[in-house]
């Protein structure tokens, strides 16, 4: 058969379109065929498709816009593409489902869905099983509402400290990140569903996000974001990579031809297709000829950019027209790997164990909590206290949740709802919300002996005097993040600081308890004698935080990002183009406010010109920065405490292969997470490799980790592929970044790895 390639080899056969259909109609649906490859049953689809078909499979509507078509639908997320019933094509029905299946907004009144903690705590766990658990979880609850498509695994770096998306993210080290993002989309594409791998690439913060230019070289972009995304990648197999709203070296993410062309389909060699984030589309030609394949949220664009445009591109010449057949080529492949077409999800929504998934959002939130301070063993709660006074925070309530699309109205209800501050244009569907676990009430289920008060430390004085009445006091300290902006500070919000001040100063055996969606300054820490980061626990994160706080569950959770000591520490201690955004937001406050979200009328743009925000840091993130400043943090990466201790024995290098012993040494059961870190020849120390592993007092177990010799390499873009230089690595082993319990070396012999 005559095929015309298009460029970097991901053309299909150009005659297919001027060949009649009839001439070609296999026997009836020999697509339908299992014992074909996806790529053949694929061809045989594509070889009966109309124009028009091919056309409507490439562009899809927000979710919302099936009520108006098909007011009874009860999968009605955050986006729909329309199938091809004549063929057996089914529609994608697609959620965001960064936390679990969200439900937040005006989607599905009424719907309830298992919320998981922040990405943040699923990552401080060090644990890819509880990262894969999560996600079998959520794409089973996805698959049981009849969703097939969700849109999580979030791989961007946190690069900075102050991003109000970072709590969907997990961390600013490239292995963690990698290897926890892919065993979550691994867990979710279980169930025979698709999952995207977002916001390609360099999306690092929510400020302008749809203007920004992000700038950097390619070796440090290869080193760093992207090489997070390829592990992921290879990891996790998603069926869809979607591309983030801001300009990268010029170009929008969604029409990057560098970034989806040269690199992941070329490079990376990946089959799935690329979707656009919701209102990230800017032009037609551009953007299909750069590697884009389907056009998301097609209401939040300027205008429907692959739908009749692109269909006039075709039959002008200016997108060839086996460039459409790949777009589509690469969808239904997709769909046929992942069984949308021989197992559909069900149009009726089917039973959900919620008590079991409940469970599984404890179990994460049990093993992600990170105890960062334990003076005197003031934790675990001791039997003697008698009298506990637990302050702030709502805590009698619920437990804070990260805002936007992520929203999960959870099981047991929404107890408290705040507006968003500041409004802004997506203010119409992100409110401040609270899962129904209260912290208070879980404490005093587990402390039937003891008298536990609640305070709600809006009185200063009141909260101060209620802990110097009391054994031990505890405070709960929260930051709300959200999508689509930023945190002005790191600081806590309000009279937070001043409330832990004066309640230390009352009483000696001071917890804080955070719920933040990243880190935050502590300018109080010297004076609490615990400190214990929640993040965002979760549905059950307040059964989760009182089982650290009582001794029933040994806190394990490691810091997956730094925690400044001040915002001077960090690599941009401003926010890029801040000041453009607030300028914007006072023209914006003068306009007339609407009751509710109208897509048409939604500028993503926030009026906010354009405007470049530098990473001269490079593939130095966040604790590979601090290091290369000499400055000591807060908290470093990788720190957490424990109600035991464990000690490391007999390190061995063999090659790539690391080796060592792990003894729990104290008297209680309790998991650990030595971290494996290595000084590359001219490079910054980073992580290689960890392991998580639970150890009965006295038990020793082997660690072994085998290093990526990406992560030893520079990217050499003159070869176009990965040089490891010869000489001897420096190789650490501790509980955090910059630590070394054990200490070696790795000879190295040159090799160079192509992409």
């Not at 920004?212 to 990648?233: H, V």
């Not at 009026?607 to 290091?627: I, K, L, M, N, T």
């Not at 990217?715 to 509980?735: K, L, M």
């Amino acid at each position: 058969m005559t095929r015309t390639i298009w460029r970097n080899g991901v053309g299909v056969a150009a005659l297919m379109l001027s060949v009649p259909v009839a001439a070609q109609t296999p026997p009836a649906r020999a697509w339908m065929d299992a014992s074909r490859t996806p790529d053949e049953r694929a061809m045989l689809i594509l070889a009966q498709m109309t124009l028009d078909e091919k056309i409507a499979m490439v562009n899809g509507t927000f979710g919302s816009a099936l009520k108006k078509t098909n007011p009874d639908e009860k999968r009605i997320g955050a986006g729909h593409v329309p199938g091809v019933p004549r063929l057996g094509i089914p529609d994608l029905y697609e959620s965001d489902a960064s936390l679990g299946v969200a439900n937040g907004g005006e989607m599905r009144k009424g719907d309830v869905a298992t919320a998981l903690p922040g990405s943040l705590l699923t990552a401080s766990t060090f644990d890819p099983a509880i990262a894969e658990a999560g996600g079998r979880m959520i794409g089973g609850e996805s698959r049981a509402k009849g969703f097939n498509v969700l849109l999580a695994g979030g791989a961007n770096l946190i690069r900075d400290p102050w991003n109000g998306r970072n709590f969907e993210y997990l961390s600013e080290d490239v292995l963690l990140t990698g290897v926890m993002a892919g065993a979550a989309i691994r867990g979710i594409q279980s169930n025979g569903i698709v999952s995207t791998i977002k916001h390609y690439a360099l999306n690092a913060q929510e400020s302008g996000r749809n203007v920004l230019d992000a700038t950097m070289a390619e070796a440090p972009m290869r080193e760093s974001d992207l090489l997070a995304f390829e592990m992921a990648i290879e990891a996790g197999k998603p069926g869809s990579v979607m591309c983030g709203y801001n300009q990268v070296n010029g170009h929008y993410a969604c029409e990057n031809d560098f970034l989806l062309n040269t690199v992941l389909k070329k490079d990376w060699g990946f089959t799935g297709w690329v979707m656009s984030d919701w209102g990230a589309v800017h032009s037609t030609v551009k953007a299909a000829t750069a590697g884009l394949d389907q056009e998301s949220g097609q209401e939040l664009d300027k205008q429907i950019f692959f739908g009749a445009p692109l269909k006039a591109a075709i039959t002008a010449g200016t997108v060839p027209p086996a460039r459409l057949d790949d777009m589509v080529r690469r969808i239904l492949r997709t769909m046929i790997v992942h069984d949308l077409l021989d197992r559909p999800t069900p149009a009726v929504p089917q039973p959900i164990d919620y008590a079991a998934n409940a469970k599984i959002a404890q179990a994460t939130a049990e093993a992600g909590i990170v105890l960062l301070k334990n003076e005197r063993d003031l934790l675990p709660l001791a039997a003697t206290a008698k009298k506990i006074v637990v302050i702030g925070g709502h805590a009698d309530v619920g437990v804070l949740s990260g805002g936007g699309s992520s929203q999960v109205r959870s099981v047991g209800g929404v107890p408290l709802e705040l507006p968003m501050p500041g409004g802004g244009p997506l203010s119409g569907f992100i409110r401040v919300t609270y899962h129904a676990s209260s912290p208070l009430a879980a404490i005093k289920a587990r402390l039937p002996q003891a008298q536990v008060t609640y305070v709600d430390g809006t009185d200063v004085k009141a909260a101060a005097a209620a802990a110097r009445a009391a054994d031990i006091a505890i405070v709960f300290g929260e930051q709300w993040r959200t999508e689509a902006q930023d945190v002005d500070t790191l600081d806590l919000p309000g009279t937070q600081n001043a409330l832990i001040d004066a309640v230390a100063a009352a009483n000696a055996k001071t917890v804080v308890v955070l719920e933040t969606g990243g880190p935050v300054t502590m300018p109080w820490a010297p004076r609490v004698g615990a400190i214990l980061e929640a993040w965002y626990p979760g549905q059950r994160g307040g059964e989760a935080i009182a089982s650290i706080l009582v001794g029933d569950v040994n806190p394990s959770g490691r810091l997956p990002v730094t925690f400044p000591a001040s915002t001077g520490q960090a690599p941009r201690p401003a926010i890029p183009g801040l000041a453009l955004v607030k300028a914007a937001e006072v023209r914006n406050a003068a306009k007339p406010k609407t009751a509710t979200l109208d897509l048409s009328t939604v500028d993503l743009t926030g009026g906010v010109p354009s405007f470049p925000v530098e990473y001269p840091e490079g593939a130095d993130v966040g604790y590979r920065w601090y290091q290369r400043q000499g400055t000591t943090p807060a908290y470093a990466f990788g720190h957490g405490l424990s109600y035991t201790r464990f000690a490391y024995r007999g390190l061995k290098v063999d090659g790539g292969v690391i080796r060592f012993s792990v003894t729990n040494t104290g008297a209680r059961a309790g998991a650990d997470v030595p971290q494996v870190y290595a000084a590359p020849v001219g490079q910054m120390r980073r992580l290689v490799g960890f392991q998580r592993v639970m150890l009965q007092p006295g038990e020793t177990r082997q660690v072994s980790v085998t290093v990526d010799p990406r992560l030893i390499a520079r990217y050499d873009t003159e070869r176009s592929g990965w040089s490891v230089p010869a000489g001897a690595v420096a190789i650490t082993v501790g509980r955090q970044a910059g630590e070394a319990t054990l200490s070696g070396t790795m000879q190295v012999t040159a090799q160079a790895i192509r992409p």
